[in-house]
């Protein structure tokens, strides 16, 4: 029972470079977030779907892009890293219940330095 | 979204209780989570309470609700060193979550 699973789990950029993480979910969910966590803030909301082909942005969208091609799939891409990028990046997909609202399920994060 | 706050860290001694706090602004929010994190994972979610409730109990976990104090609240009895990890409280609105900034536990055996 795989989940959310996010590719890579570490990387290192140099400043410029340009790199894609992907989320991969098998539980059929409708919705999917990407966020970033840096110490003391919490998690951040980058981007998020709420269904195939569609996204929207969310609290810190600059400097990213996402794409969802198919519903299982939610890519983020990063064009031109930049040191501020340095975080850790989660993934989390949610189905829709209406008695218990947006519970959301979490990929184990993605690492990434950037110099 | 809104501000939720949370106290960065707690330390309490194995067997003792923890009270972990969290305070929202949205009061719009119909429900109210609670989400454990160990280091190296992803967040994973404890328990959640929709917002006409005041209390919950699911085995050690008790959640209280102040709606009208905005005041969001987990215990965690007889607490373990595997209970160390950080917490995040979070309120919805819409489709999304708004996420506290998290309070670190510490088990001290």
């Known amino acids: 029972n795989a989940g959310v699973t996010q590719t890579p789990k570490f990387r290192v950029l140099k400043t410029g470079q340009s790199m894609t993480l992907l989320c991969a979910q098998d539980?059929?969910?409708?919705?999917m977030y990407w966020y970033r966590q840096d110490p003391g803030m919490g998690l951040r909301l980058i981007h998020y779907?709420?269904?195939?082909?569609?996204?929207a942005k969310g609290e810190v969208p600059d400097g990213y892009n996402v794409s969802r091609l198919k519903k299982q799939n939610f890519l983020l891409g990063l064009e031109s890293a930049a040191p501020s990028q340095t975080s850790v990046y989660f993934c989390a997909s949610s189905p829709f219940y209406r008695e218990r609202g947006n519970i959301q399920y979490f990929g184990a994060g993605t690492r990434l330095s950037v110099l | 979204g809104e501000d939720v706050e949370q106290s960065l860290f707690l330390s309490v001694r194995e067997g003792d209780s923890s009270v972990i706090n969290c305070t929202y602004t949205?009061?719009?929010?119909?429900?109210l989570y609670w989400y454990k994190q160990e280091p190296g994972a992803g967040l994973q979610l404890l328990t959640y309470?929709?917002?006409?409730?005041d209390m919950k109990q699911d085995q050690r976990l008790t959640v209280l609700l102040n709606k009208k104090d905005k005041h969001l609240s987990l215990r965690i009895a007889d607490t373990q060193t595997g209970d160390s990890a950080i917490y995040f409280c979070a309120e919805t609105y819409s489709n999304m979550l708004t996420f506290g900034g998290g309070t670190r536990l510490m088990v001290k055996p």
């Open positions: 779907s709420v269904g195939e082909g569609t996204t």
């Open positions: 309470i929709f917002s006409n409730m």
């Open positions: 539980m059929n969910h409708e919705y």
């Open positions: 949205d009061s719009s929010s119909t429900y």
